[in-house]
Structure formats: C-alpha cells, structure tokens
C-alpha cells in the first residue's frame, strides 16, 4: 500500500527569519491523519534567513539528524560541541536525557537549507551524544547511500532505533529501486527533481508511505535527490 503526501499538503509557517514546511503536526500545525509514519516523528524543510536562527532550547529521548541542502550552519550545544558546517555533512543528535543546544545560520548573506529530521528512539534516558560526518554525492550517485541507522553500517551515523535512512541522487532515465523487507514500512521523501514510484509521480517535496509491499519501482524523470527511511 502506497499512500501519497504532496508537498503543497505539508503544514506551512512563515516567520520572516525562518520558512517551515512540515510534513508531519509540529508547533502550530496539528494534523491527526499525519502525526508520524512509525518512529518517524518529524521532517521539516526549513529556510533560515541570514544572521538568524533556532536559539538555545532544549530537547530529550529524541533521535535528531539535519540533513543540510545549502548554506552554513553553525551548532552549539552543553555538551561542549561547537562547529559550522555545510553539506555534504549531516549532523546527529541524541538528545537522550537531556540536551541543550542553538543552531544558527553562520552566513550573511546566503540562506541556510536544511531539513530537520526527528526519530522516536528505541531506548530512553541514555546520555546525549553527537555526531557530524560528510556524505559526498560520489557516495550517492545511483545508489542507496546509508545515511544513519542503528549500527553504524557502512560509516553512516548511529541512531538509537530499528531504522535506516538512505539518501540517493540519480540522474534523469536512471532509477533507484529498493527491496523493503516483509513487516517492514518505508517514507519516500523527494528532496529535489521528478520520480515516479510505481507509477505515481512525485515531486520536489513529495513523499510516499509506504507499507506492505515488498519491491519498490522508482523511476527518475529528472535529476533527483531521494530520501529512504526503512521503517519497523
């Protein structure tokens, strides 16, 4: 079963210094029908004016990866990490007790784009801990590239959950077809560029959930960067 999320559906807020689109309820925007996809609790495509940004605030018991598209990003947090970064590098938190931190656009001139990612973890109350690695497109080009996941495969981050995110760019005519295992459910976030999965098309902002089916057929129309979480 494949159920379609278009982009223009996501929540939407607008404060000047930050555009926010939401995929799933947050802050404002509450919507029973989209409250997360199993511990999928959160993708939020941000837009941060120059000189602006989040302030320090708190979290806990959640896994927090910020998957950056452009511009740097500047990261602060009570544990004594302090550092400014730009993609290719994808950065991940485990708030676990408690964690304090402020991330800031580090530029002033240039906009920072990014999408924030939360996952409920598997685990509660641990220490917080960091992480910050480069995935560089040579990585992704047509393939699957492990982005985070529960041990640390490949050299992708380590989150403290039964789930895998996956990260792709393919070109146009080519595709990026995946194997979900059975009782497994997987979310299909287009970053940027045309697919169409299974015969739907998707766009930049698009996503798919997906549950109980077995291979997936997904098709670039057009340059294109995908996200894959594989899902308990």
Same mark, same amino acid.
């Given at each position: 079963?494949?159920?379609?999320?278009?982009?223009?559906?996501?929540?939407?807020?607008?404060?000047?210094?930050?555009?926010?689109?939401?995929?799933?309820?947050?802050?404002?925007?509450?919507?029973?029908?989209?409250?997360?996809?199993?511990?999928?609790?959160?993708?939020?495509?941000?837009?941060?004016?120059?000189?602006?940004?989040?302030?320090?605030?708190?979290?806990?018991?959640?896994?927090?990866?910020?998957?950056?598209?452009?511009?740097?990003?500047?990261?602060?947090?009570?544990?004594?990490?302090?550092?400014?970064?730009?993609?290719?590098?994808?950065?991940?938190?485990?708030?676990?007790?408690?964690?304090?931190?402020?991330?800031?656009?580090?530029?002033?001139?240039?906009?920072?784009?990014?999408?924030?990612?939360?996952?409920?973890?598997?685990?509660?109350?641990?220490?917080?801990?960091?992480?910050?690695?480069?995935?560089?497109?040579?990585?992704?080009?047509?393939?699957?590239?492990? $982005? +985070?996941?529960?041990?640390?495969? =490949?050299?992708?981050?380590?989150?403290?959950?039964?789930? @895998? %995110? #996956?990260?792709?760019?393919?070109?146009?005519?080519?595709?990026?077809?995946?194997?979900?295992?059975?009782?497994?459910?997987?979310?299909?976030?287009?970053?940027?560029?045309?697919?169409?999965?299974?015969?739907?098309?998707?766009?930049?902002?698009?996503?798919?959930? $997906? +549950?109980?089916?077995?291979?997936? =057929?997904?098709?670039?129309?057009?340059?294109?960067?995908? @996200? %894959? #979480?594989?899902?308990?």
């Amino acid at each position: 079963m494949i159920t379609l999320r278009k982009a223009a559906a996501r929540g939407h807020a607008d404060h000047g210094w930050l555009r926010s689109w939401h995929s799933f309820s947050f802050a404002d925007y509450h919507d029973p029908a989209h409250m997360n996809w199993g511990p999928l609790r959160v993708i939020n495509e941000d837009i941060v004016a120059p000189g602006t940004g989040f302030g320090r605030h708190g979290h806990r018991d959640m896994e927090i990866v910020t998957y950056l598209l452009s511009g740097p990003l500047r990261h602060e947090d009570s544990m004594g990490h302090g550092a400014t970064f730009r993609a290719p590098e994808v950065q991940r938190m485990s708030a676990g007790r408690g964690v304090m931190h402020s991330e800031f656009n580090a530029s002033d001139s240039e906009p920072v784009h990014l999408l924030q990612i939360w996952i409920e973890p598997d685990v509660r109350g641990i220490a917080p801990e960091y992480e910050q690695k480069a995935f560089p497109d040579a990585a992704k080009r047509d393939r699957w590239c492990a $982005i +985070a996941s529960p041990d640390g495969r =490949d050299g992708s981050l380590t989150i403290h959950q039964d789930a @895998l %995110l #996956f990260a792709t760019k393919v070109g146009a005519g080519g595709t990026a077809n995946y194997e979900l295992a059975a009782g497994r459910r997987a979310y299909l976030h287009v970053v940027s560029g045309a697919v169409t999965l299974d015969g739907s098309e998707l766009t930049g902002g698009d996503a798919a959930m $997906i +549950a109980d089916s077995g291979h997936l =057929d997904i098709a670039a129309q057009d340059t294109t960067e995908l @996200l %894959l #979480f594989d899902l308990p």
